[in-house]
């Protein structure tokens, strides 16, 4: 997968503003991509039964993505989700939960051009095809 993780992370590095710590995109990647979470259509349900189907809607959506705290992610994600990554990257789970929130939206947003996730199993890999106009 170093051609696919290669393109996720020149994908993603446009959304990190520098200021996220080594890992986090990858870690990111990692989770859209992870077939026991279901992909971004996991990520959705997961939004939904916490709740926060509107914000991921947002995000999917056309118009300006909402908000969501780094607490309202932990509480969506679920902590041992939020608690391995930190692990990974010798974080806490409060700080990756606030990077999570910085990017997820921002992710999201450009993965689902036209305000439509991508009918291919919703996974990283299938979006990021799409925006590179590969199949």
């Known amino acids: 997968m170093g051609i696919l993780d290669s393109l996720a992370g020149e994908v993603m590095s446009q959304f990190?503003?520098?200021n996220h710590p080594e890992g986090m995109l990858e870690a990111v990647s990692t989770m859209l991509n992870d077939p026991r979470t279901g992909g971004l259509q996991g990520l959705v349900a997961s939004f939904e039964q916490g709740g926060m189907g509107g914000v991921i809607a947002s995000w999917i959506g056309t118009g300006q993505n909402q908000p969501i705290s780094a607490d309202q992610l932990q509480s969506v994600l679920g902590s041992e989700q939020v608690q391995?990554?930190?692990?990974?990257?010798g974080l806490n789970s409060q700080e990756v939960s606030g990077?999570?929130?910085q990017l997820l939206?921002?992710?999201v947003d450009k993965l689902?051009?036209?305000g439509t996730i991508p009918d291919s199993g919703g996974g990283l890999g299938a979006a990021l095809g799409g925006l590179f106009g590969r199949s």
């Open 84 to 89: 391995a990554i930190a692990s990974r990257l």
């Open 112 to 114: 689902t051009p036209g």
């Open 105 to 107: 939206p921002q992710i």
């Open 99 to 101: 990077h999570l929130a």
């Open 16 to 18: 990190s503003g520098g």
